[in-house]
């Protein structure tokens, strides 16, 4: 009866908001209309194929088959965020194309960030026809997987939900009409976009609790401009609205994230940011994760910046390798530079990789930003042997001489004498130079790799009536490298300390039999231990914040954390959710030794 009652109060509140004026909202300005030098594939069904086109003064065009290949194919798939390119199309008919021919005798390198930046003839120069418009496919990996198969239910619900969404669904009463046009990114014979529309009926009662729709008295409809992509999404969106439930797929997350951004509405926003980090380890170019990265510089989400710039930090070796790697800003590079997380072999590491981005960029990068990545670099961190190494095979030496010199300078007398011994203001060992990242070569840490082992010690065995340590082969086996593992690293990088050696247990306990057997009390398992096996006579200010990488394959870290009481407990999906997943759960383990001067 109660139930009744609301509704027949909401239907009467319904009507009473009958008149009104129209109100236009321009949302995703960035997505409306094609920029200049802007790609696309056209002309299949399939996303990642179809006939490539360029826009350029206002048109899009076709691209001539003289001279392309694979190379020019890469930086097509690239600049339209796949992963690289899968094959050449020559001859395909991808039906008409009314538009000029405006590239021809194309050259590209390989590296560039657009397929306008190669060498060409002038634009529409050509002595081809349309039969030899060129096509590609573009590499999708494994995205395309994940996104077909992964749908996320999210229920922020009331109690009326599902009724509210059966009003929603009849359109009964509704009386605020929202007028969604999109761009096709052609033009019409005036000059003006085309656009192609639909329209959905609310209302008012509904979209009043959310100003950005403007849905008050006097206003009877709004114009709402978005992507063409984002379109078939809309309705979902504002069903939600009604009945705060919805299925997001990650085709569907990116635009339903900045349907939540621009409207207001946080705890979808929230939540489908969330989802986010689900799909960071599935792209090994990083080109997804970067222009995540981007988009989310764009609508302020701090939550996923952060969980990218991590993602990056944690995998910072292997993004400097990627495609992705020179087309990133001087921007998130500096966001990177700043961390503590950033795991790499070495500091000597992090610094080849910063020169090798700035002599990439060439003159696009000023002189100002260099010094102010150069900055970040931490050389008193750089091992001492590597240090000799920088004059003779640094590609900026001679650029940036002055901060070189100072900061080789500082690098040795870091390593040879103590802080008390320096009084100089500017050695300040709060600093982030004198503060170690989580650096992985010899003799800093051990991996521990487990991705290839069953269950085991589900429970100890009885001999003669007496229970010993060891497996049951009859429910549980393993193979693959030990569960623990031997090391010895000096006990800080400085060379004062080189020579006091610092022995080293590492240990995956995967029961509470294990934890009893080495006297430990385990809250869960499985649990990862790093223990001293020596004690060595340290300097008081030396303090270890030792670290786990937990890697998923051996692929990507989607896990670090430290140590408390020598102990650290491992992320499952059995037990708590690991800030990246990993199919299976098959997981290495590296355990680094980070030694601080505090």
């Known amino acids: 009866m109660d139930t009744q009652r609301t509704l027949c109060t909401l239907l009467v509140l319904l009507l009473l908001y009958v008149s009104g004026r129209a109100y236009k909202f321009d949302i995703f300005k960035q997505n409306l209309e094609p920029q200049e030098g802007d790609v696309r594939l056209f002309g299949s069904q399939n996303i990642s194929e179809g006939r490539v086109e360029v826009y350029h003064d206002g048109k899009w065009g076709t691209v001539c088959d003289d001279n392309w290949d694979m190379t020019e194919a890469q930086v097509v798939c690239r600049q339209l965020n796949f992963p690289g390119a899968k094959s050449v199309i020559i001859g395909r008919d991808y039906g008409q194309a009314p538009g000029p021919i405006w590239l021809d005798d194309i050259n590209c390198k390989g590296t560039e960030k657009q397929l306008a930046t190669c060498v060409f003839k002038n634009w529409g120069e050509t002595d081809c026809s349309h039969k030899e418009d060129v096509g590609v496919v573009c590499e999708t990996g494994s995205i395309d997987t994940a996104i077909s198969s992964f749908t996320h239910s999210l229920d922020h619900s009331i109690s009326l939900s599902d009724d509210l969404g059966q009003i929603f669904d009849s359109g009964n009463g509704c009386d605020f009409r929202i007028i969604v046009r999109s761009p096709t990114g052609n033009k019409l014979h005036d000059g003006t976009l085309q656009m192609v529309e639909t329209t959905i009926c609310a209302h008012k009662v509904i979209l009043s609790n959310f100003p950005l729709f403007k849905a008050s008295v006097g206003i009877d409809n709004i114009t709402v401009n978005i992507s063409l992509s984002c379109q078939p999404h809309f309705t979902s969106f504002i069903r939600y609205l009604y009945t705060r439930k919805m299925d997001v797929s990650f085709s ?17 926003k929230e939540d489908i940011g969330r989802l986010f980090s689900k799909i960071l380890p599935d792209d090994s170019t990083f080109q997804k994760q970067v222009s995540l990265y981007k988009y989310a510089l764009d609508t302020e989400d701090l939550i996923l910046e952060e969980n990218c710039v991590r993602y990056l930090a944690w995998n910072f070796e292997n993004f400097t390798m990627s495609p992705a790697w020179t087309g990133i800003s001087a921007e998130l590079l500096g966001a990177l530079l700043t961390r503590s997380d950033v795991v790499v072999p070495d500091e000597y590491f992090v610094l080849q990789s910063v020169e090798r981005w700035i002599s990439e960029m060439g003159n696009s990068t000023s002189l100002k930003t260099q010094f102010d990545l150069l900055s970040h670099i931490r050389f008193p961190m750089i091992p001492a042997e590597k240090l000799f190494e920088v004059e003779s095979s640094s590609l900026l030496y001679n650029a940036h001489n002055n901060l070189y010199l100072e900061n080789i300078l500082k690098a040795f007398q870091f390593n040879v004498l103590l802080f008390g011994n320096l009084t100089d203001p500017k050695y300040n060992k709060q600093n982030d130079e004198y503060q170690p990242r989580i650096y992985t070569a010899e003799p800093w840490s051990a991996a521990i790799d487990l991705s290839n082992t069953k269950e085991q010690f589900l429970q100890p065995i009885r001999y003669n009536n007496r229970y010993q340590h060891g497996y049951d082969y009859r429910q549980s086996y393993t193979y693959g490298q030990s569960s623990n593992k031997f090391f010895r690293t000096p ?64 692929q990507y870290i989607c896990q670090v954390q430290g140590f408390k009481s020598y102990m650290a407990p491992i992320t499952t999906n059995g037990t708590q959710v690991p800030s990246y997943p990993c199919p299976d759960d098959k997981y290495t383990y590296r355990f680094v030794v980070r030694p601080e001067y505090v």
Not at 498 to 503: A, C, P, Q, R, T
């Open 491 to 554: 006990a800080h990088n400085s060379l004062l300390f080189k020579d006091k050696i610092i022995d080293w247990r590492a240990y995956i306990l995967q029961s509470q039999y294990d934890c009893s057997n080495y006297g430990l009390r385990c809250e869960s398992v499985p649990m990862a231990r790093l223990v001293p096996e020596n004690r060595v006579n340290l300097d008081r200010n030396i303090l270890f914040r030792n670290q786990l990488l937990v890697m998923c394959k051996g």
């Open 252 to 268: 569907s997350a990116l635009c339903l994230h900045q349907m939540a951004s621009n409207f207001g509405i946080k705890q979808l």
